[in-house]
């Protein structure tokens, strides 16, 4: 859990994450990040477009892993990883 308070822009930013092994070859993670923005009415929007998921595989000296996360009006976001350890 990683909380941020951004005193100049008035903001506040809460985010975790998780992973989880089923096997030790595989990884499934999930993870929230959420912005609130408070304006000078003391009103907050909360933008729930934060939640994101991946997984990662592990085979043989080499690990890929594949994440997923919508950035609301910017669109979704798909990141893919190769690396391997020689």
Do not use: C
Not at 2 to 18: H, L, M, P
Not at 28 to 50: K, M, P
């Amino acid at each position: 859990m990683d909380i941020k308070q951004q005193v100049y822009e008035n903001r506040t930013i809460v985010s975790f994450g998780t992973e989880f092994l089923p096997i030790s070859s595989l990884a499934l993670r999930a993870g929230y990040a959420s912005h609130f923005i408070t304006s000078s009415l003391n009103s907050s929007i909360a933008d729930t477009s934060g939640i994101g998921a991946g997984f990662g595989i592990k085979l043989f000296g080499t690990q890929t892993d594949y994440s997923y996360a919508p950035y609301g009006i910017l669109g979704n976001t798909h990141r893919i990883s190769f690396s391997s350890k020689f």
